[in-house]
């Protein structure tokens, strides 16, 4: 199984990016973006699963996370960025549906691709 993520660069505050991770090898169930910046510890942002989504408080409203199922593909719509967005965003994928508590621990995930940085200029 193989991730790999896409989409990443630099953007001005208040811009817009679309980052998408395609996974080939087998359908995975469960499946989010991580981020880390520098100098702190990758955390959560989104993930996705057939029962709905879920988001990190500070990304709310502003992230969007979606599936195409047809390409197996994941993608993070990111609007109103912020100079704090700055990170290398990582996905990541569960062989398993992942329950609510679990979904935000980076240790349930099986899978995981390569990172692509986000840089958000103020």
């Known amino acids: 199984v193989q991730l790999q993520a896409s989409g990443g660069g630099l953007v001005q505050a208040g811009d817009s990016l679309r980052l998408s991770c395609a996974v080939s090898g087998r359908t995975l169930v469960s499946m989010a973006w991580f981020r880390q910046a520098p100098g702190k510890e990758r955390e959560f942002v989104a993930a996705i699963r057939r029962s709905g989504s879920s988001y990190a408080n500070s990304v709310k409203g502003r992230f969007t996370i979606s599936r195409d199922n047809a390409k197996n593909t994941i993608y993070l719509q990111m609007s109103s960025l912020k100079p704090e967005d700055t990170a290398v965003y990582y996905c990541?994928?569960?062989?398993?549906?992942?329950?609510?508590?679990?979904?935000?621990?980076?240790?349930?995930?099986?899978?995981w691709g390569q990172g692509t940085l986000v840089t958000v200029s103020s």
């Open positions: 990541a994928a569960s062989r398993a549906g992942l329950i609510t508590s679990t979904l935000r621990d980076e240790n349930a995930y099986d899978y």
